[in-house]
């Protein structure tokens, strides 16, 4: 692992059952990366993912973060390590007001630090500020997208995993949940965002790890893959 990574797979395989689902992946993130995991559907990518917070865990190989081994750790303790993760379902509080939903994830980073306020994320989310009363269960698919990215803010964590941040929303409403990932990610947040939507990835994301039947297949920058018309055409065309 190197000195300026702060999250490292190194060959893990990750099982369901009796079925193995991932072979020997392996990939790190630097500080302020932007990583984007892509892979056609089934390819593996949130079951990396869950691999990563703890909900996966591999059966082989090793997960680090900050050096630390995580990969026997339970998905809480994954989290106070630093890893924030937005799951493709959401999963928001319907029940509860959009500030209780914030308020809920609301936890100190790594060594006590506490970027993400509220008045932070209403700031960088102003429509969230605008319906803060409004219960959860009463928002638009990408209001809520945004909600449990917003949330898993308030958790300042070091890596924030989006797991198909685009996933069946509109495309007027995709285009704005990148416009958001542009946004953090000029501000330095260290991602790591898991699509099939190669296009939704191309302005967001400084490199790349491409997935395919659980395998990682390329490596490199964004820069790289969009000259690659072999990877796109093989592994990304649908």
């Not at 992946?25 to 984007?36: D, I, P, T, Y």
């Not at 869950?50 to 995580?70: C, D, E, T, Y």
């Not at 698919?141 to 898993?152: C, F, H, W, Y």
């Not at 803010?153 to 409403?173: K, Q, W």
């Amino acid at each position: 692992m190197s000195a300026a990574e702060i999250l490292k797979l190194d060959g893990i395989d990750v099982f369901y059952g009796a079925s193995q689902i991932l072979f020997g992946v392996s990939f790190g993130v630097e500080k302020g990366q932007s990583l984007a995991l892509l892979g056609r559907n089934g390819a593996g990518k949130s079951t990396t993912m869950k691999a990563i917070i703890g909900l996966a865990p591999p059966k082989r190989g090793a997960i680090s973060v900050h050096g630390v081994a995580v990969q026997k750790f339970t998905a809480d303790r994954i989290a106070r390590e630093g890893i924030g993760f937005v799951p493709e379902d959401r999963q928001i509080f319907p029940e509860h007001s959009v500030e209780d939903n914030l308020k809920i994830g609301i936890k100190t980073g790594v060594g006590g630090r506490s970027d993400w306020t509220l008045e932070k994320i209403y700031d960088v989310f102003p429509i969230l500020a605008s319906m803060r009363t409004r219960m959860g269960g009463r928002l638009s698919g990408g209001e809520q997208q945004m909600l449990t990215i917003a949330r898993t803010l308030m958790g300042n964590p070091d890596v924030l995993l989006l797991d198909e941040p685009s996933e069946g929303l509109a495309p007027i409403i995709v285009e704005k949940i990148g416009e958001l990932i542009q946004q953090l990610r000029g501000m330095g947040i260290t991602l790591i965002v898991a699509e099939q939507n190669m296009h939704f990835c191309l302005d967001i994301a400084s490199h790349v790890a491409v997935i395919d039947k659980g395998h990682i297949v390329y490596r490199g920058s964004i820069d790289e893959l969009r000259a690659n018309d072999d990877v796109k055409k093989r592994y990304l065309a649908v």
